[in-house]
């Protein structure tokens, strides 16, 4: 599904012009939903953001992939399937803009256990689930844990429309964490090749010494 489809769908589920949505989710300009509307642009994270925040029954994975259904907490509608794990976790790297291997690291588990909740194969276990929300608490337990609600944690504050403040460092404060781990990971490459590097220069100095010694004894045979 094209971004510009999702989008018709939501100002249709809402029964909201491009301006009434846009002042729901907090944007500043619909001129950004309408570039989307025409194809022009896609829904950027920035807007997808948004949305999860202030549209808490809208399904994450389908923004993300237009797959699965819009509509993830609708009581009229018993039998709606609940968003798979799998589903959350392709959500949560989308937002992170993370590789699978790359989030296991961050969060200190084996990226087998990543590809394996993907695929079906698991659940995401408590521990699982606690190390995600101790690495990024941003994140909602309840849509972690049931799959209902928005996947941002809705206790840092819903605002009032036209407020993007909480919004934005939502997504801001995921933005460093983001970086802080990649810091690390770099410093550590760091460390890595500095002690790699050590070892060769050592090389180097054994050779040079043994060079010498050999051209002192070439030297002194010559005599």
């Given at each position: 599904?094209?971004?510009?489809?999702?989008?018709?769908?939501?100002?249709?589920?809402?029964?909201?012009?491009?301006?009434?949505?846009?002042?729901?989710?907090?944007?500043?300009?619909?001129?950004?939903?309408?570039?989307?509307?025409?194809?022009?642009?896609?829904?950027?994270?920035?807007?997808?953001?948004?949305?999860?925040?202030?549209?808490?029954?809208?399904?994450?994975y389908w923004l993300s992939t237009g797959c699965g259904q819009m509509i993830i907490k609708d009581y009229k509608n018993k039998n709606i399937r609940p968003m798979t794990d799998g589903e959350k976790i392709c959500c949560i790297l989308d937002e992170l803009s993370m590789t699978a291997s790359k989030f296991a690291e961050t969060i200190g588990i084996g990226k087998q256990t990543v590809y394996d909740i993907q695929r079906g194969k698991c659940r995401i276990s408590r521990a699982v689930q606690?190390?995600?929300?101790?690495?990024?608490?941003?994140?909602?337990?309840?849509?972690?844990?049931?799959?209902?609600g928005g996947i941002y944690n809705a206790k840092n504050g819903t605002q009032p429309i036209g407020d993007n403040n909480i919004v934005n460092a939502t997504?801001?404060?995921?933005?460093?964490?983001?970086?802080?781990?990649?810091?690390e990971i770099l410093k550590k490459d760091v460390?890595?090749?500095?002690?790699?590097?050590?070892?060769?220069?050592?090389?180097?100095?054994?050779?040079?010494?043994?060079?010498?010694?050999?051209?002192?004894?070439?030297?002194?045979?010559?005599?």
């Open positions: 599904m094209k971004d510009s489809e999702k989008l018709k769908a939501l100002l249709s589920h809402y029964n909201l012009t491009t301006s009434g949505f846009a002042a729901k989710i907090g944007l500043s300009e619909e001129k950004v939903l309408n570039q989307i509307l025409t194809g022009t642009y896609k829904i950027s994270k920035a807007v997808r953001t948004k949305i999860y925040k202030y549209c808490q029954d809208i399904n994450a606690k190390k995600i929300m101790d690495k990024y608490p941003n994140i909602s337990r309840e849509w972690l844990v049931a799959g209902e997504a801001d404060s995921i933005a460093i964490t983001k970086l802080n781990s990649d810091i460390e890595m090749w500095k002690s790699k590097c050590d070892a060769l220069q050592q090389i180097v100095d054994n050779q040079n010494k043994v060079i010498d010694i050999l051209s002192k004894n070439h030297n002194e045979q010559q005599r």
